[in-house]
């Protein structure tokens, strides 16, 4: 009998039509038979396991930079040849999110104090903004929860946070759409010249933003972290807007698919959200358990810095892992009947937000917009149901990211 071919990197991803119609098939294959996966096609391991998972990205010596990996790693090939070249130089490579020390913690942490601080004071303009979205839909027709709620929240609360001005929040929102094809890896010469020419735009708006709020700085996050800087933050123009275009980026597409995957999870398990109408004190643990059933995102990386094992598997200096956050948050190891959707679950934390040192700097944020605006669906739909129950879900093909389509409810 031959072997059974164990799935590599590529059938991790919604080129995979199966992987997109159920990806915790093939996750639950290789956590089971080989948890520590080494692709040789894509040349990088595939970490299944939640207590490795959670192992390596809890190491803070671990490196982030695909310039650090071997040369075979697809992946880390793919973020090499990202051609920024069309930013200015000193925005050029200055994401966070690939970076390594002593830079990334140099920029990180000012600018995440700033970002939680100014997070804490922006619950009343959150709600604000998810009242808006739900004011302008017609319930008395069936609606598209995506197009209509889940996907325009984000980027209009985090425009506000940052301090956009009104007039300019269309032409913002398609900037973001735009930039947010940085993270398509399989993306189209039409979508590179399109995420090329949307990241100019942005780029030279949050100059202009920086620049107005020097002059006259007003009650946002921009006028925030010009403020940390000037007191001494060792912090360059070109890193702050880098830094706030890529919160922009993913913390749009990510909190946009937290919103629709909860709301589908509680559709499609009315016994979970009679429990939390019961109890609204319940939505913090159910957008944690949303988080770990339904995680927005699929995997994070590191590579190795030194000879090491990860489950007993050798791991060599420049080798690159591949973390699943979705295959580590449905560890039956880890969480008791992982299959099931739970909001008073008891258990070990879960990974979706990655872990260590780069642990996602938008995780607050994404954590009280989920919160409220979960809340507000329902409270705003008390009767809303699947528009057809039977009805195939199409779920979007951005290879590494878990979000739908569309999503057509009935209240």
């Known amino acids: 009998m031959a072997e059974e071919q164990l799935p590599g990197l590529v059938d991790l991803t919604p080129v995979n039509p199966a992987f997109n119609d159920d990806p915790h ?53 793919a973020l090499r040849r990202q051609d920024e070249s069309a930013l200015p130089a000193d925005e050029q490579k200055k994401g966070i999110l690939l970076m390594d020390e002593p830079d990334h913690m140099r920029i990180r942490e000012p600018i995440a104090k700033a970002l939680y601080k100014r997070v804490a004071k922006s619950k009343a303009l959150l709600q604000q903004v998810i009242d808006e979205k739900l004011d302008a839909i017609d319930p008395t027709k069936p609606f598209d929860a995506m197009a209509e709620f889940a996907l325009l929240v984000p980027v209009d609360a985090i425009a506000r946070i940052l301090g956009v001005d009104n007039s300019r929040l269309k032409e913002f929102r398609e900037w973001s759409e735009g930039v947010i094809l940085s993270l398509n890896t399989f993306r189209t010469e039409e979508e590179t010249a399109q995420l090329k020419r949307c990241g100019i735009a942005l780029s030279n708006y949050m100059r202009e933003l920086m620049h107005a709020r020097r002059k006259a700085p007003k009650d946002d996050l921009v006028s925030d972290i010009i403020a940390v800087q000037a007191q001494g933050a060792n912090l360059t123009d070109g890193e702050i807007s880098a830094t706030l275009q890529g919160l922009l980026v993913g913390g749009n597409l990510t909190t946009t698919d937290l919103i629709g995957n909860a709301i589908l999870a509680f559709l499609k398990n009315p016994g979970e959200l009679a429990k939390l109408k019961a109890d609204p004190s319940l939505i913090n643990s159910a957008v944690e358990e949303v988080l770990r059933y339904e995680s927005p995102v699929d995997i994070t990386t590191r590579i190795a810095p030194r000879e090491m094992e990860v489950g007993k598997c050798p791991v060599h200096p420049h080798q690159s892992m591949v973390m699943s956050l979705r295959g580590a948050n449905r560890d039956p ?70 979000g739908l389509k569309k999503l057509t409810v009935a209240a």
């Open 333 to 402: 190891e880890a969480f008791e009947n992982p299959d099931r959707f739970d909001i008073s679950r008891k258990g070990p934390p879960h990974v979706a937000f990655g872990g260590g040192l780069h642990l996602c700097i938008g995780a607050p944020l994404a954590r009280i917009e989920a919160q409220a605006a979960i809340l507000s669906f329902f409270t705003r739909f008390p009767n809303v149901r699947l528009a057809d129950p039977h009805a195939k879900l199409e779920w979007r093909t951005l290879p590494f990211f878990r």
């Open 25 to 77: 098939k093939p996750l639950k294959t290789l956590r089971d038979k080989c948890p520590v996966y080494r692709d040789a096609n894509a040349g990088l391991f595939i970490l299944t396991r939640y207590n490795d998972v959670r192992g390596v990205l809890s190491d803070t010596s671990m490196w982030r930079s695909p310039e650090l990996a071997e040369e075979c790693s697809v992946l880390d090939q």
